[in-house]
């Protein structure tokens, strides 16, 4: 059993040495991994700026086993490990070798240009060599504002948008499989409950091999023409079950009213998944599933107003702590 106040915020934006260390640029829709006790922050883009810096190319680190209770958080740039493409709204998974598999996402060369490059959907990083390999994927499918999660090896992808600028696009329903070992991608062919095509979700897969997918916008006809689109009820939960590689939906349980959101976070904790900020709402700030109840409960926990309120930021769970990195402030 979780004891929620447990849960302490690290929001991790200031530096407290600029001088010594590597001082990253806000930014929104990066990835963030944590490989033994080394957050790895990479990718993303500027919000309130149509330009790309060079900056976003950083992959930069925090040591947590040293930083977590000193308060003394110094990022260091990983210097071989710049991202050979600039992305964002991508998903980047971590498999059991410690290799970090970056797909999809925004994948600009120069923005101002309007000019992107999707051709190679997947790339991966060596946490050993710091270094980025472009893989050759056949069938790979490139998408936007996804996010993926692995089991045993394979990755599942959901939906997705398909780009045409940064307000057009199509939305997906389709969900891709990605076999990390004999590199074999393809589409599964579902027919059955297929959920609306929807970008901006979170995924978390419990150790059962069921996929829960929470938040995010959908569309009926998957025509994306502006930022116009439904936000699903957080109370129907989507559910894909890795397993018998079939859909299904849940209704969740709880009092509480938990507001539809899109680029909000989760972690998986016991079971539970914490639900952290979004864009669409601004309550609650921080909402709680409880997946080991046959039928999953909403909780609120008293505490979830103390933090502030971001979305298009990042969050990883390391011990009993969830750390958001970046994001931009919600001021709705
Ligand atoms: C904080 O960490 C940096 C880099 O590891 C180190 O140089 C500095 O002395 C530390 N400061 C304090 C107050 O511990
Ligand atoms: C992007 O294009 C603009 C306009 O042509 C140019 O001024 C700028 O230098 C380019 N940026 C990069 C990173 O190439
Ligand atoms: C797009 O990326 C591919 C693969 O990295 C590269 O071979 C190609 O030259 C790039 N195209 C442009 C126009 O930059
Ligand atoms: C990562 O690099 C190390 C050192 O070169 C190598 O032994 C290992 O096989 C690489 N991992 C992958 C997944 O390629
Ligand atoms: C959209 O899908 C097509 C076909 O799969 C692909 O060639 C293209 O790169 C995709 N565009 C984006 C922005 O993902
Ligand atoms: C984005 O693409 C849509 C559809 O092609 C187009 O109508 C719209 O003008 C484009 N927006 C920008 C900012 O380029
Ligand atoms: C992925 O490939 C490996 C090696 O061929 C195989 O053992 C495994 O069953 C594959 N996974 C799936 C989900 O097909
Ligand atoms: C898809 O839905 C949008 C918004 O409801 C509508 O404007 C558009 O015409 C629809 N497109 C198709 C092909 O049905
Ligand atoms: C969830 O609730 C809605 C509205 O009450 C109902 O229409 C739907 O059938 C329920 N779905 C499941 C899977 O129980």
Redesign the pocket.
Known sequence: MVSYSLIIFCIITLLINPILCYEPKPRVGHNSVIINNQLLVFGGWDWDSE????SYYDIFDLDLSKSLYSKNWTWNSVDGGKLPVYTSFSTAILSTDDTIYLIGGYRA?????G?FNYSNPVYMYNSSTESWTALKVDNAISRQEIKGVINEGTIYIFGGNNATNFSAGTLYNDMQIFNVSTMDWSTLSITQNLPSPSCGYTADILTNGIIVYLGGVEIANGSYTSRIATFPSLKTIKLFDTVRLEWSRMNATGDDVISSRVYHSTVLKDGNIILFGGYGTDSPKLAILDTNKEIFEWKIPASSDSSPFLYGHTANLYGNYMIVTFGKQNLL
């Open positions: 330009s790309i810096e060079p060369i120069n923005l101002t240009k000019e």
